[in-house]
């Protein structure tokens, strides 16, 4: 019998294309020594994935080896861990292979695994008094937990094992039992590593951070020293202005910063994380501003001046300025907060705002800014591809949409939040932008907006003739439409939308009044055979108006042409 043999450089990428599916791995392991050992370090990259937040303490039991006999008599763990931890030892360097270390998981997965020990209860429900959902004391984790998580980060230091994704997020702390120690989280220096060329984290690409009460100023220090190619960097929840300052010497010092995520930044002094934009202008891609408040828009007169910004998000996110104009036009500054979601004085005074020249994508959602701000995103001869603009208010920004329609030709992609009211504001955008592949269009009834008042403007086109002039301009690539629940179209008008449909469509939503619904399930068939014989899956549901069963039923349809 011929033995096959395999270049293991080939089988590791063979199986790379299976590193999500842990059940195909572990297969994989069992065929023969050789795949065993190319395919165990892929299974230890980041094994907490691959397990119910129930059962990730089998990991830890796992690390927990590889503790010394000396360290369990040291911190006198011996009784609460020797009957979980094999005699055995592990056939593989489990630590070595890590290099996703998320703190907080490793952090909850070893509390649990204790907590199936019966003698963590006599310690920790010490706590019952003072802590009704039982978290275990704070000399229980002072000196058994916090003892075990040192001890396995420098293990993991020991084991030359290289960190690329690094989640540093603190615990949610819910009451007052001061169960958390502050000093929850240690990273031994880079200076006590003498015999190491590297750091544990010198390799690291993405640092996620939650604060949630805690500054982590020494770690981040730590890693402006030692980690200088981080790609991605997500911060929530920085508490004052030093944490803000340590952040900004983080940013300054990576090499080429690719994507950057603020989140819930509140406090007075967040509008400076914009002094850490220069030293990114020539890498920063990807940015996501998501529920936050700046006093000042320093951060988007930064950002328009990366040169390979492609991406903006910009969600729940306020952007104030602290500063008016007298009546002899001259620039004073003001303790009085304006907002710029009414188009304040920065509306009425000519301000130099630059162009986002390099953006591909645009999403904003419910965000107070000016509408030249808004503007400074679709410049002329804009490169934007894709915009998402949900819960804003075309009648505050009415130059928003016409703006897009002259402007965006490379747009493929328009996600929108339309009413009645504002359905026909999508009529030149169709016109204009032939280049167009996806168009939805959302409803949301949680937000009540200047938008949403009932207005009885004659000059305002109902839904069908909104759809029976847009049916005559349909870019030729369009493959999804998507219209939304509050527009119900007659049989006629959604009739004449899909005879002008092109034989590229291939995802169409629509709601539609009628008495029978095998009337439009008889078109949409009929589409698809004219276009190129192809198949449909519809679906459909249905819900009557009122109680009276003589009124007309509305119906959804859900059509897809392949």
Not at 112 to 138: A, G
Not at 298 to 315: P, R, T
Not at 471 to 498: A, D, R, T, V, W
Request: charge should be neutral; aromatic fraction near 14%; hydrophobic fraction near 35%.
């Amino acid at each position: 019998m011929t033995n096959t043999i395999f270049i293991p450089e080939l089988l590791e990428n063979i199986i790379s294309y299976h590193k999500e599916n842990p059940k195909t791995l572990f297969k994989c392991s069992l065929v023969s020594k050789s795949w065993c050992n190319i395919v165990i370090p892929f299974l230890w990259k980041n094994p907490f994935r691959f397990c119910y937040s129930t059962s990730q303490h089998k990991i830890i039991k796992v690390y927990l080896q590889f503790l010394s006999k000396e360290f369990l008599n040291k911190f006198d763990l011996n009784d609460h861990l020797n009957q979980i931890i094999p005699i055995n030892p592990p056939s593989y360097n489990y630590l070595s292979f890590l290099q996703q270390l998320d703190y907080i998981i490793l952090y909850d997965s070893l509390i649990n695994l204790l907590k199936k020990e019966l003698s963590y209860k006599t310690i920790s429900y010490s706590n019952e008094k003072e802590c009704s959902i039982f978290h275990p004391s704070k000399n229980f984790m002072l000196g058994k937990v916090l003892p075990i998580m040192n001890e396995l980060i420098n293990l993991l230091m020991k084991n030359d094992t290289r960190i690329f994704h690094f989640n540093l997020s603190a615990p949610s702390v819910t009451c007052n039992c001061n169960w958390l120690p502050l000093n929850y989280i240690f990273l031994p220096p880079f200076q006590q590593q003498s015999d190491h060329h590297y750091h544990l984290l010198s390799s690291l690409q993405t640092f996620i951070c939650d604060n949630n009460g805690h500054d982590f100023n020494n770690i981040i220090m730590e890693l402006s020293n030692y980690s200088k190619n981080i790609l991605n960097i997500e911060i929530k929840k920085p508490q004052n202005e030093s944490n803000i300052s340590h952040w900004i010497n983080l940013i300054n010092s990576q090499k080429k910063l690719q994507k950057l995520k603020l989140e819930l930044f509140y406090n007075q002094d967040s509008y400076k994380i914009a002094l850490s934009i220069p030293s990114q202008y020539h890498s920063l891609n990807h940015v996501e501003l998501v529920d936050c408040k700046f006093s000042y828009p320093i951060l988007l007169d930064e950002l328009s001046k990366c040169s390979n910004l492609i991406s903006l998000k910009i969600k729940d996110c306020s952007f104030s300025n602290n500063y008016y104009f007298d009546d002899d036009n001259n620039y004073n500054e003001s303790d009085k907060t304006f907002t710029s979601y009414y188009l304040d004085c920065i509306e009425q005074h000519s301000f130099n705002i630059n162009n986002f020249k390099s953006l591909k994508s645009l999403y904003i959602s419910k965000s107070q800014l000016s509408q030249k701000y808004f503007l400074s995103f679709i410049e002329q001869d804009s490169k934007l591809e894709k915009i998402t603009l949900s819960l804003i208010d075309f009648f505050k920004y009415p130059n928003i949409i016409p703006f897009i329609s002259i402007n965006c030709f490379q747009l493929k992609i328009l996600e929108i939040v339309l009413v009645e009211e504002t359905f026909h504001l999508i009529i030149p955008i169709i016109e204009h932008c032939k280049l167009l592949e996806e168009i939805s269009i959302w409803e949301k009834y949680d937000w009540i907006g200047h938008e949403f008042f009932d207005y009885n403007d004659e000059n305002i086109l109902n839904p069908n003739q909104v759809i029976k002039t847009i049916s005559n301009n349909l870019p030729k690539n369009l493959k999804k439409f998507h219209f939304p629940q509050i527009f119900n179209f007659s049989f006629e008008g959604i009739k004449y939308f899909i005879q002008n449909s092109p034989n590229t469509l291939c995802d169409l939503r629509f709601y539609v009044i009628i008495n029978d619904k095998n009337d439009v399930i008889n078109l949409l068939k009929n589409f698809a055979l004219n276009t190129g014989n192809r198949k449909s899956i519809i679906k459909h549901s249905e819900s009557r108006i009122d109680s009276d069963i003589y009124k007309p039923i509305h119906h959804i349809f859900v059509a897809k042409f392949f």
